[in-house]
Nanobody, 120 residues
Framework: VQLQASGGGLVQAGGSLRLSCAAS????????MGWYRQAPGKQRELVAA???????NYSDSVKGRFTISRDDAKNTVYLQMNSLKSEDTAVYYC???????????????WGQGTLVTVSS
C-alpha cells in the first residue's frame, strides 16, 4: 500500500495550486485522510483533514483559502490551495488511515511529500 502525492511546484503569491494524493495497493477501506506540511526548521503540522463521511477540518492559517476533498472511487484526496502566501511554502505530505483487510488491519500511511514554493 502506498500514497503518491503530486501537484506541487512554484507559484507566485496570490496564485493557486491543486495537490493530489492517490492511494494504491491492497486497500480494503480508507477512513480519515489529510494533508500536513513541514516548512524548513519547523515541525510538521496539520493543514486539513477529511473523514470518510466528508467532515472537514482546517488549520486556522489556511481556513477560507484551502479546500480538502476526496474521491473514494479513485482512492484520492485533493487539496485546492488558493490565495497562496509565502508562508505556505513547505513540503506537503498526504496521510491516510487505511485498513488492508478483514478483520480490519488499520495503519497510518504517508505520501512521499511534494514541495510547494510560493514566491512573494
Amino acid at each position: 500500500v502506498q500514497l503518491q502525492a503530486s501537484g506541487g511546484g512554484l507559484v507566485q503569491a496570490g496564485g493557486s495550486l491543486r495537490l493530489s494524493c492517490a492511494a494504491s495497493g491492497s486497500i480494503f477501506i480508507i477512513d480519515d485522510m489529510g494533508w500536513y506540511r513541514q516548512a524548513p526548521g519547523k515541525q510538521r503540522e496539520l493543514v486539513a483533514a477529511i473523514t470518510s463521511g466528508d467532515t472537514t477540518n482546517y488549520s486556522d492559517s489556511v481556513k477560507g483559502r484551502f479546500t480538502i476533498s476526496r474521491d473514494d472511487a479513485k482512492n484520492t484526496v485533493y487539496l485546492q490551495m488558493n490565495s497562496l502566501k509565502s508562508e505556505d511554502t513547505a513540503v506537503y505530505y498526504c496521510n491516510a488511515h487505511m485498513s488492508t483487510g478483514w478483520p480490519h488491519r488499520w495503519s497510518e500511511y504517508w505520501g512521499q511529500g511534494t514541495l510547494v514554493t510560493v514566491s512573494s
